[in-house]
């Protein structure tokens, strides 16, 4: 259920609406959308929290709100006002601690009040009272590299809270710990909410870990990429604490995880076109061929058939790092995935059952089928050298995918290195096709 905070007459029931919201690189009519039409609300008393593939527009979406970017279409409200310029009610936690290594720990709360120009009893005050919340008490005068990582980011939760923001905006702030300080993190953000024991009257946070969401937020709002945009919603009815090991925490966790993985589509949906051409470009995902093995080979011994939350866990593997090995086991034609579950396909039971040179020739035969991967190829083959410049390649990809289009391109090459359809010149910087 919802954290019970009453709205005021200045902090109405709804507190963020996001209308139609968009933010797109480039120009008409080439433009790369980042996200397109969100449309989202959070009202006072709920964590929400925000999941989804990398390079959906999570972390992207967090700075629109707290009015770090300005949108391309559609408009921020905030207590139903537009949003212009940095909005004063929120406050971010990195998942990066973002301390000043020469200041003290309190010297590093006050920063925030300090800038919006508190005296120095009243910064010194706060500051002390949120060192002693946060279970920092008797380190007020260390220095970041004196501090665990847990410690360090507790130092940046009191810095966000120092302001008393309304709206907390968490971006992956457990990510960078490791598990222990990360579940002893989590349980302590959790005390201060359930408890009240801080000014805020909402939290959105941005997580990979969808056990991590189901075990924190009210409300879990699944986001889709290319471009990136709301799916759908999943409310969490269950109550505080919340343990992974029940039934009903385990079947929200693999509901959530259906939502995120969705359906395979056909196969044009799953390839897209080539750029330039009409339809939507899809972007590759960023995955190693090389590492397909290992999943397919997993799923094979499963008898063809593994639920993605379990299999997660089994590898030892977070969403951003196990979906976009799905991915391209789902452009390849290895694998599907269907209600949350991944099947081995006619093609992956041979490629699993295959030797290294016959698994190679499998992916040759599928990768040049990646329409991205086989763009670059026939543009190759046209050349009258069969050797261009990379620099070429990125211009022709950057209305496309914007600034991604490095990063796009780096993955096409490794792919293509892969399947032995060209390769690349680090010296020259020149993509070239083998004799």
Request: glycine share 8%; with cysteine; proline share 6%.
């Amino acid at each position: 259920m919802p954290h019970a905070v009453a709205a005021t007459a200045t902090a109405p029931a709804t507190l963020l609406r996001l209308e139609k919201l968009g933010i797109a690189y480039g120009r008409p009519p080439r433009l790369f959308y980042a996200l397109r039409d969100v449309n989202l609300q959070i009202d006072v008393g709920e964590f929400v929290c925000l999941v989804g593939p990398s390079g959906c527009g999570k972390s992207t979406l967090l700075r629109l709100v707290a009015g770090l970017l300005a949108p391309t279409e559609g408009r921020v409200l905030y207590r139903g006002e537009p949003l212009r310029g940095v909005n004063p009610h929120t406050a971010i936690v990195f998942q990066t601690f973002a301390l000043f290594p020469w200041l003290t720990v309190t010297e590093n709360v006050e920063v925030a009040l300090k800038a919006r120009g508190f005296p120095p009893p009243a910064r010194s005050e706060r500051a002390q009272r949120l060192i002693e919340l946060v279970g920092l008490a008797g380190f007020e005068d260390a220095y970041p590299r004196e501090l665990s990582g847990g410690m360090r980011q507790k130092v940046g939760f009191a810095r966000a809270l120092a302001v008393e923001p309304e709206l907390l905006c968490l971006d992956e702030p457990f990510s960078a710990l490791d598990v222990l300080s990360a579940e002893a993190l989590r349980g302590e953000l959790l005390e201060l909410w359930t408890h009240r024991a801080m000014p805020t009257r909402a939290i959105l946070m941005v997580t990979h870990n969808i056990e991590e969401a189901v075990e924190l937020a009210d409300r879990i709002v699944v986001m889709a990429k290319d471009p990136g945009r709301v799916l759908t919603e999943v409310r969490i009815d269950l109550r505080h604490p919340r343990r992974r090991q029940d039934t009903a925490f385990q079947a929200l966790a693999d509901h959530v995880y259906a939502a995120v993985a969705g359906r395979t589509g056909t196969e044009a949906e799953v390839l897209g076109t080539a750029p330039g051409a009409p339809g939507a470009t899809r972007k590759l995902p960023g995955a190693r061929l090389e590492a397909l093995a290992g999943l397919v080979e997993k799923l094979a011994a499963e008898g063809g058939q593994a639920d993605l939350p379990r299999l997660a866990a089994e590898l030892g593997m977070e969403l951003d790092d196990l979906m976009p090995l799905v991915e391209a086991a789902e452009r390849l034609g290895l694998a599907r995935v269907e209600q949350g579950d991944l099947h081995l396909l006619a093609l992956g039971r041979d490629y699993a059952d295959a030797s290294i040179p016959v698994r190679k020739e499998i992916l040759a035969g599928r990768v040049l089928r990646v329409p991205l991967v086989r763009w670059v190829y026939e543009t190759l083959q046209r050349d009258d050298d069969q050797r261009i410049v990379r620099s070429f390649f990125v211009e022709a990809l950057r209305s496309e995918f914007g600034d991604k289009a490095d990063e796009q391109l780096d993955l096409a090459v490794d792919w293509g290195r892969y399947a032995d359809l060209f390769a690349y010149d680090e010296d020259a910087a020149e993509l070239y096709l083998e004799a």
